[in-house]
């Protein structure tokens, strides 16, 4: 069964009460136009694992919910006017309600999960909200800063966004109580590989590289942001030429700072080379997964292994 | 092309990878990992060919290796114990000096070899990405290899040890206490290789006091007061550098759950600590060659310390996140305030010896 964004909003009627119509009219603007990935991905999860209709509805919609939290409180932070083309929520009703609806998601995701019963689930999803927080917090501290290094970035980026990737192909596991240590092991790492290879092409976009979805040029840059593949080329650069490459205000110029389109370009074959390590490396632990399942759960494996295609390229797998 | 290898700490091969033992023409790198509680129980190598590592000449392998850069630990002291005693005009025995340097340098050497064979046994260079050497990590040679230039050094510093002690007896109470706080904080390392305080006072005791007390032994000269606040104050010194550096990695560390005195601060409370240490060693010098040196190189000294002081106590007072490249700019500012600090001494020591 197909199932929308926007119909993952619900899982009790509780969620949202109707005394509340402007919390409702926010996560509907909220919620519609989102691709859903994460909750695609658990569906996928779900089906192979034969998690019954309400597990895979619960953690679809905690997924989402945390994540759409975390864009609530990260369009405030960032000031960013919009959000999937539209007036972002902290603009369009004020911030205190865009602050308050996000706190309000986080926590119908511990009443429901509680609710669940699994207290393993309830504590793993805790865990992986306050990284993602810990992450927003950290990544906030380093704008402005245009000499951090692609390693701090990491470290900040597995926190923020690694972690829901990580949740989503640990959670179903959790919830049908299987906890092998090996297993999670695995599971996380493959978590961590599909979050920092989802973020760097998220940043390349930024330098118009497989930018299908048009998204703003430079606009981390100009926003006082050194993404994963900025801090990339700026290494080993000096303080001078740092000082000139983030003052670019269009590819062009950034182009000429850097030494040329040219040097841009074998930059970015390097980088795509060292995430070429990235998905060997989660190729390896895919094949590690399979010695983890159980029989007429093998099909898992082929479902995950295109997602950095996916992910990182940002083609459909051949 | 190189091919990935998981195993966990209760596979058979699991110690042969790790040590690099498992073959003759290839070398098993551990993969760095973000997911810092796995560092120590499975680690996924990747298995390269010898002959495709890139490795650098042979000089710098071998100064990397051996880490030169960190011999100005315990150089500098033996420097300083040295012309001290020199100027003095101290009856030295010039046979147990050449051989006491050479056995310090050598247990120096070996300890730090150890170090980081330790580290990598244990995960600590998986998840400090700039942490030891990187010589093991980068594939130049194996963990067995390290451990057994360590216990070569070891010995040959014994074999220094010996004549020693047989010439001049009283050495062997620093000696034996440095061994045993030494063995207490590798003992402590290999049972909680993430509490780290025992091992900052164990550092102080060893590169300080105990250092400079027994070079000075060691040189037939009956230890004094002198020698004791110059170890102090050079043990200060040194653990003003390792706080820095723990400061540093203050995020990837705290991940871990490594426990030093800067995570079990936090960060803002670190950055007090840091100003704070400094100042205490700058009066704590002043001090110092206000009862046993110069006190117009005392006063000279605290100046310039005190004018340099600034930079680093505005960065530190101006850094914002435990993330960002600022932790470098602090580490750099204050090492640099660790650097004009020997400089100073070193040449107020020759200052004396040409008087």
């Known amino acids: 069964m197909q199932r929308s964004v926007i119909d993952l909003k619900v899982y009790d009627p509780q969620d949202f009460p109707a005394y509340l119509p402007k919390l409702n009219k926010l996560y509907d603007d909220l919620f519609a136009g989102g691709k859903g990935f994460r909750a695609k991905l658990i569906r996928m999860m779900g089906a192979n694992l034969n998690l019954t209709a309400k597990e895979e509805l619960l953690l679809g919609q905690t997924i989402e919910f945390i994540h759409n939290a975390s864009l ?156 994963s593949f900025g801090a990339f080329i700026c290494q080993g650069k000096t303080r001078q030429e740092i000082d000139s490459i983030v003052k670019s205000k269009t590819l062009e110029e950034y182009y000429f700072a850097i030494g040329g389109k040219a040097h841009f370009d074998q930059k970015l074959a390097a980088f795509d080379e060292m995430n070429k390590s990235l998905i060997q490396m989660y190729d390896h632990h895919l094949a590690r997964l399979q010695t983890f399942l159980k029989p007429g759960e093998e099909k898992l494996i082929d479902q995950l292994r295109p997602l950095t295609e996916i992910l990182y390229w940002r083609r459909k797998p051949s | 092309m190189s091919q990935l290898i998981t195993l966990s700490k209760s596979s058979p091969e699991f110690e042969s990878y790790l040590l690099g033992t498992f073959s003759q023409d290839k070398r098993a790198l551990p993969v760095q990992t973000l997911n810092v509680n796995s560092a120590s129980e499975t680690v996924t190598f990747r298995i390269v060919p010898i002959t495709s590592l890139q490795r650098p000449e042979f000089f710098t392998v071998f100064l990397q290796t051996f880490k030169v850069k960190s011999f100005l630990l315990i150089l500098v002291p033996l420097f300083l114990v040295l012309t001290i005693n020199l100027a003095d005009s101290a009856p030295l025995d010039p046979q147990t000096t050449v051989l006491a340097t050479i056995g310090v340098l050598l247990a120096f050497v070996s300890v730090n070899l150890r170090n980081d064979y330790m580290d990598h046994m244990k995960g600590v260079d998986r998840v400090l990405e700039k942490s030891g050497s990187r010589a093991i990590q980068n594939g130049w040679v194996t963990a067995a290899q390290v451990k057994f230039y360590s216990s070569v050094l070891l010995a040959l510093a014994i074999l220094c040890a010996i004549p020693i002690i047989i010439a001049l007896p009283d050495v062997i109470w620093v000696l034996g ?19 780290r305080i025992g091992g900052e006072l164990a550092l102080f005791l060893m590169f300080g006091p105990f250092l400079t007390v027994g070079y000075q032994q060691a040189m037939g000269i009956l230890w004094d007061a002198e020698s004791v606040a110059l170890g102090c104050l050079w043990g200060w010194l040194v653990l003003f550098v390792v706080h820095l550096k723990n400061f540093a990695n203050i995020l990837p560390s705290a991940q871990a759950g490594f426990t030093n005195t800067i995570n079990w601060l936090g960060f803002d409370k670190a950055r007090r600590l840091l100003a704070f240490w400094w100042v205490i060693f700058v009066l704590f010098n002043l001090v110092y060659h206000g009862a046993y040196a110069g006190k117009y190189w005392g006063f000279y000294a605290s100046v310039v310390l005190i004018f340099l002081s600034f930079s680093f106590i505005a960065r530190l007072k101006n850094i914002s996140s435990p993330a960002g490249s600022e932790l470098q700019g602090v580490y750099r500012s204050g090492f640099k305030l660790f650097l004009t600090t020997i400089g100073l001494w070193v040449f107020e020591c020759l200052w004396y010896l040409l008087q």
């Open chain 2, 177 to 195: 206490a440095s061994v045993a706080v030494g063995l207490w904080a590798q003992f402590k390392k290999q049972n909680s290789f993430k509490y």
């Open chain 1, 72 to 227: 609530l409180h990260d369009d405030l932070i960032d000031r960013s006017h919009l959000r999937r083309g539209k007036t972002a929520a902290w603009l369009k009703y004020t911030p205190e309600y865009a602050v308050l609806a996000g706190d309000y998601l986080l926590a119908r995701v511990m009443v429901n999960l509680s609710g669940h019963g699994n207290i393993k689930l309830v504590q793993y999803t805790a865990e992986v909200i306050s990284d993602l927080l810990e992450g927003e917090w950290l990544q906030d501290s380093v704008v402005g800063d245009f000499f951090v290094t692609l390693e701090q970035l990491d470290r900040i980026h597995n926190l923020k966004t690694a972690s829901l990737f990580k949740w989503c192909i640990r959670a179903p596991f959790i919830a049908q109580e299987r906890y092998e240590e090996e297993l999670h092991r695995t599971l996380e790492e493959m978590g961590t590989l599909l979050g920092q290879l989802f973020q760097r092409s998220d940043d390349l976009l930024d330098y118009n590289i497989r930018n299908d979805e048009g998204k703003a040029i430079l606009g981390d840059l100009k926003s006082g942001y050194l993404n």
